[in-house]
């Protein structure tokens, strides 16, 4: 008990006072004592996967540490996937794990593994040494005592990250000596904190922006936008990418050019396996030191064929309105009544990305960008907007097949005017725009597709959601959200989709 408690006031000292639990036998005193603890917010989960996805949602929407706390064996194997998200967006994610005693250490006894340092390079193991920018694992040995926890307060700490280094020589460097000629600006996920700043910046810099959806500054920058394909074929000299790392293809693209990129992230990592230049800092702060800029003029001229692309696309969404892109655009409309956006991974980012309305800029905008994993987002999802009303998610429907459990979250989140779209295009259906996929067999595409038949209906009935099902444009007139979680089942018409892409 001593153990346990000691453990818990290391963390709530660095600043951790919210703990997802999963219970088990040995971590029993562990969970008894954080729902005894007063002041301590503790999410109940029984599904580990999940719960570390939710505690990374409670993170990104705190900017505290939050701590998943699960029992020995594989439970702790559970939490990999959200650690290593957590790893390459730099967020504070905690993970307590219970152990067996020392001795029993590779002993194949029963419900244990080897959990020392399970998660590797992705989680620092100390708290005294842990800088507050990446995941934490604590493995803790407990003997399965008797548990008992009375009630005591709990003392909450300042959370204080070590510092990211100060760094803007690099950034002028690369804006001086005339090198504006063919700079574009590429802008991935940025977190609220910074989009101010890199907002401003922008404008007086006044060059071509790509700017993700997830940059929660896409629908304000108006004439600097341009969509990315029109530089295919036409590549600038320079490229800034500010925030996570760009959603679209060209940022693979850039992989084989020979355009120079610099990068201002908080994750410190280039996102290019080939040279490039990078600033490990928050992008706001990084551009607070730059002080003003001046504006590069008419370059963007350059780019201004672009607009007419931008024009085309909107024909093609009227020509076709119940494809999957048509109805991801209407969908972006009714979700600008809400008070949060979550995008899952795979298409429904990247047609929200390409297709979305770009008038209105959206609530808390947020995604799961770090190793584009299509696991744990609903759970992320919830996570990040359990104490908000209106929260929308759109997923995929394989993604949604990751995460059935993640409802089991509801009775302990707002569900207000929840509403969550599963765009239900039957399976992966990204892959069957890959090129690189053309030659394979009806079979053997069918593999990597991997349609699935499924009645989301029932799913909504197992978690006591509310049901509305989209198969045109018409079906969104009666689209509200009630007092319980909405699903709304998108089913997009597949002959309009293929018109759609073959005539873009
Ligand atoms: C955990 C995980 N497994 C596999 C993949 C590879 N993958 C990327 S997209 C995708 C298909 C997603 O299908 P769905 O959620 O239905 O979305 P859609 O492509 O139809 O938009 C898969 C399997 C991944 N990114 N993450």
């Known amino acids: 008990m001593q153990q346990e408690r000691e453990i818990i006031e290391q963390l709530l000292e660095a600043g951790c006072g919210e703990f997802v639990v999963c219970g088990g036998a040995r971590n029993a005193t562990l969970v008894a004592l954080l729902e005894a603890g007063e002041g301590i917010r503790v999410w109940k989960h029984f599904e580990e996967r999940g719960a570390a996805f939710f505690a990374l949602g409670r993170v990104k929407d705190t900017g505290q540490p939050c701590a998943v706390v699960t029992t020995s064996g594989t439970a702790v194997a559970e939490c990999l996937p959200a650690v290593i998200e957590a790893h390459y967006t730099a967020k504070p994610l905690i993970v307590v794990s219970a152990d067996r005693p020392e001795s029993f250490r590779g002993s194949g006894a029963p419900q244990t593994i080897e959990q020392e340092n399970l998660f590797g390079d992705y989680a620092a193991t100390s708290l005294e040494t842990w800088s507050g920018h990446l995941p934490l694992h604590l493995n803790v040995s407990l003997e399965e005592t008797k548990a008992t926890a009375e009630s005591w307060p709990a003392q909450l700490g300042g959370f204080l990250p070590d510092r990211l280094p100060f760094e803007v020589r690099s950034l002028r460097d690369f804006l001086d000596d005339g090198v504006?000629?063919?700079?574009?600006?590429?802008?991935?996920?940025?977190?609220?904190?910074?989009?101010?700043?890199?907002?401003?910046?922008?404008?007086?810099?006044?060059?071509?922006?790509?700017?993700?959806?997830?940059?929660?500054i896409r629908e304000v920058l108006g004439d600097l936008i341009i969509p990315e394909s029109a530089l295919r074929g036409n590549l600038p000299g320079r490229i800034l990418r500010i925030g996570e790392v760009p959603i679209g293809r060209l940022w693979r693209d850039l992989e084989d050019a020979s355009t120079e990129v610099l990068s201002i992230c908080r994750n410190g990592l280039p996102g290019l396996a080939r040279e490039s230049k990078i600033i490990?800092?928050?992008?706001?702060?990084?551009?607070?030191?730059?002080?003003?800029?001046?504006?590069?003029?008419d370059v963007r001229d350059d780019f201004l064929k672009a607009?007419?692309?931008?024009?085309r696309v909107s024909e093609l969404l009227e020509a076709c309105p119940d494809s999957e892109p048509g109805l991801v655009s209407l969908l972006s409309v009714y979700a600008t009544?809400?008070?949060?956006?979550?995008?899952g991974n795979s298409l429904p980012i990247r047609e929200w990305n390409d297709f979305a309305q770009r008038?209105?800029?959206?609530?808390?905008?947020?995604?799961?960008?770090?190793?584009?994993?299509?696991?744990?987002?609903?759970?992320?999802?919830?996570?990040?907007?359990?104490?908000?009303?209106d929260a929308w998610g759109i997923f995929g429907d394989l993604t949604t097949l990751y995460d059935l459990a993640a409802p089991g979250m509801f009775s302990q989140i707002e569900t207000k005017g929840r509403i969550l779209v599963v765009i239900n295009n039957g399976g992966g259906q990204i892959f069957e725009r890959l090129p690189r996929l053309d030659d394979l067999t009806e079979v053997q595409k069918a593999a990597v597709v991997q349609p699935q038949e499924m009645k989301l209906q029932a799913w909504a009935e197992m978690w006591d959601m509310d049901y509305h099902k989209i198969t045109r444009r018409e079906d969104f007139d009666d689209l509200e959200g009630g007092e319980k979680t909405l699903l709304v089942e998108l089913i997009p018409n597949a002959t309009q989709t293929k018109e759609f892409w073959e005539r873009l």
Do not use: C
Request: charged share 20%; no cysteine.
């Open 280 to 297: 490990h800092a928050e992008p706001g702060r990084v551009i607070r030191g730059l002080g003003p800029v001046d504006a590069v003029g």
């Open 337 to 343: 009544t809400g008070e949060g956006l979550f995008l």
């Open 307 to 311: 607009r007419p692309l931008l024009g």
């Open 359 to 389: 008038e209105t800029p959206y609530a808390r905008v947020m995604a799961n960008r770090g190793a584009n994993g299509i696991d744990g987002q609903i759970s992320t999802w919830l996570g990040t907007t359990a104490e908000i009303e």
């Open 180 to 216: 504006f000629k063919g700079l574009i600006a590429m802008v991935g996920g940025l977190e609220d904190a910074d989009r101010e700043d890199v907002f401003y910046f922008l404008k007086d810099l006044g060059v071509p922006v790509i700017a993700d959806v997830t940059s929660g």
